[in-house]
């Protein structure tokens, strides 16, 4: 935001786990210079959070995105970018460091929800 990339601000945000539901948030509760919409997406899902998005930018008039999130998640967030928004997106991520555990963990949960998407949800929200 403070690099001018965009004046509206999206997070996605759960309802289990404090720290992470809009309470929980900085840039949720204390007004900013910049607009901040806090959300939980119905379905909670990388593919309900993209319907999320889509909704908001037709609203909204959006037509670009920048979508941050972890490194294992890239692929499977640009597939439903790719199937579910209408407008130009690009999906970095931070650099959070992940443990041998962690990085184990995600390549299961990955491979199974890359399994999920190629054919349980195929389409949008």
Known sequence: ????????????TPEFGWRYRAEGIGLCTVP?????TCLQSDPFTTQGE?????KISLER???TAILITFKPHVTRTQLYLDRCF???AEVIYDDAPITTRGAVYQYGYQTGAFAKAFTQTRGCV
């Not at 935001?1 to 996605?12: K, P, Q, R, V």
């Not at 993209?50 to 889509?54: P, S, T, Y």
């Open 61 to 63: 008039g959006w037509e």
């Open 86 to 88: 209408s407008g130009d």
């Open 1 to 12: 935001m403070s690099a001018g990339y965009s004046e509206n601000l999206l997070i996605s």
């Open 50 to 54: 993209v319907g999320a998005l889509e």
């Open 32 to 36: 900013q210079e910049f607009s901040v």
